[in-house]
């Protein structure tokens, strides 16, 4: 049970960017707990993470709902973890921002690395996506870098944040 | 013309710098695009034949009429 919660690094975009990057992780705590609030320039409506640079061994099964259905998908072998669906778009309400709690245990650990998401779309509207979301990176390496990158061509815009805490056990 | 940038904060300096993507990045993330958006679609179209079917069901029911394998599907787990 965690007992300690420090705001490691924290991102509010002046001006919209194509990706985030936090570097040169800390390797002192438990877990890693990340949190946005995002929106992006274009209708796209995921970004994804990639850890240490890795282009390979990403995979994850999600549950997510849009309003009037809810569906299950999954995806392996991937070059990304694709698919967390946290961000507003461009068509939704004007200055609405998704929201995401992705959740890293053991990141230091020389197992692979399981990530949990729980993750929503803002809108003042009856389509909108919420999601439930497990990733796992199949690699053995202590996570020292996250990039968090659109799914899509477009931008993270302007007032989108981003909150990396490390959380001890002890 | 030059690449998109990235930024990129240091955790432990709390320095922020802004990198531009190499020409492999940009790549990177166009395959990466392209493949989520081909999953996402697949999804999407799984979605919607069974809010189809789903429908299909439904009114077959209510006029009584029997309903496919696919169909019962849907209603029973």
């Given at each position: 049970m ?22 040169s ?11 946005t ?15 240490n640079?890795s ?16 569906n ?18 461009l ?19 020389g ?60 | ?8 904060i ?11 993507l190499?020409d ?54």
């Amino acid at each position: 049970m965690a007992n300690t919660m420090t705001l490691i690094e924290a991102k509010t975009l002046a001006s919209s960017a194509t990706s985030i990057t936090f570097s040169s992780i800390p390797q002192t705590y438990t877990d890693l707990k990340l949190v946005t609030s995002a929106r992006m320039s274009l209708n796209s409506t995921a970004y994804g993470l990639n850890f240490n640079g890795s282009t390979s061994g990403y995979s994850y099964k999600r549950l997510w709902g849009d309003g009037s259905t809810a569906n299950s998908g999954q995806g392996s072998s991937l070059t990304i973890m694709e698919g967390i669906l946290a961000v507003s778009q461009l068509s939704n309400t004007a200055n609405t921002f998704g929201s995401a709690e992705i959740y890293i245990p053991n990141y230091t650990s020389g197992n692979n690395k399981s990530v949990s998401v729980d993750a929503l779309m803002e809108t003042n509207g009856t389509s909108a996506y919420t999601e439930l979301y497990a990733g796992l990176w199949g690699n053995t390496a202590a996570i020292t870098s996250i990039l968090i990158t659109p799914a899509d061509s477009g931008s993270f815009v302007q007032y989108s944040t981003f909150y990396l805490y490390g959380i001890k056990n002890s | 013309m030059t690449n998109p940038t990235r930024i990129e904060i240091n955790c432990e300096t709390g320095v922020e710098s802004i990198i531009e993507l190499t020409d492999a990045e940009v790549a990177q993330m166009e395959a990466d695009r392209v493949a989520a958006a081909a999953r996402k679609a697949e999804e999407d179209a799984a979605a919607s034949a069974l809010a189809t079917l789903k429908a299909s069901a439904k009114a077959k029911l209510i006029a009584g009429q029997p309903l496919t394998a696919e169909e019962a599907d849907t209603l029973v787990i």
